[in-house]
């Protein structure tokens, strides 16, 4: 079956230009996660999202970044005014449900390169 | 909070065994294993709930000590396929799913 989709796989930007990076979900899954990792470092948490309740956004760096769901599936997260230091693997992740502590299913990504 | 994962980098000979630690300051409910192999996305390798679970897959295994807030990943026997950064994820209760830092292993021939 279809796994977590990510688009672009790849983007460049210029700073100050707005982004926005597209996850679609695995179908049923109802918990989808955003996670950034820059060069040979860790996974950042960003923002989740858990059926109907109200995302956790706490993991944002800064109000230039925003995500919204729609419909319980499709999540889009935007940048504004992009900065060199958002650079970073963008990672999108999905689960069945958080309480039945299923697993994560990830993307593979979106490469951004603001220059 | 982000869990604490020690060693961040390992060497080995293929057929050696690793252990990889995650520790935590808050009370934990699971936690997960993920391999990151270099220029992929993370992929799952177990989940361990409270009660001091352990579990295995293949010559892969956990344990979870939650009194200590701490769990530990074994690799026996490594092989060449094994070589990646493993990532623990650990969350309290119906919430947020946070990762360590990762550990970098790599199998030598």
């Known amino acids: 079956g279809a796994g977590v989709s990510q688009s672009p796989s790849n983007k460049v930007t210029e700073k100050g230009k707005d982004v926005e990076l597209r996850c679609d979900p695995i179908?049923?899954?109802?918990?989808l996660y955003w996670y950034r990792q820059s060069l040979g470092q860790g996974l950042e948490f960003l923002i989740y999202?858990?059926?109907?309740?109200?995302?956790?956004k706490s993991g944002l760096p800064s109000d230039r970044f925003s995500a919204e769901r729609t419909g319980g599936s499709v999540s889009t997260l935007t940048i504004q005014r992009t900065q060199q230091e958002d650079s970073a693997v963008y990672l999108c992740?999905?689960?069945?449900?958080?309480?039945?502590?299923?697993?994560?299913?990830f993307g593979n990504g979106t490469r951004l390169t603001v220059t | 909070q982000q869990p604490v994962q020690s060693p961040q980098a390992v060497i080995l000979r293929e057929g050696e065994d690793a252990v990889i630690n995650c520790s935590s300051s808050?009370?934990?409910?699971?936690v997960h294993w993920y391999r990151q192999k270099h220029g992929e996305a993370p992929v799952f390798l177990m989940i361990?709930?409270?009660?001091?679970e352990q579990k295995g897959h293949d010559k892969i295994s956990a344990s979870f000590n939650e009194k200590k807030q701490q769990s530990s990943l074994y690799l026996t026997a490594s092989q060449l396929s094994y070589s990646g950064t493993y990532f623990c994820?650990?969350?309290?209760?119906?919430?947020?799913?946070?990762f360590g830092q990762g550990t970098r292993l790599t199998i030598n021939p």
């Open positions: 999202f858990q059926g109907n309740s109200a995302p956790d």
């Open positions: 992740a999905s689960s069945f449900r958080v309480r039945d502590f299923s697993p994560l299913h």
């Open positions: 808050k009370a934990l409910y699971s």
């Open positions: 361990l709930l409270k009660g001091g």
């Open positions: 179908s049923g899954h109802t918990a």
């Open positions: 994820g650990t969350s309290q209760g119906a919430q947020k799913l946070v």
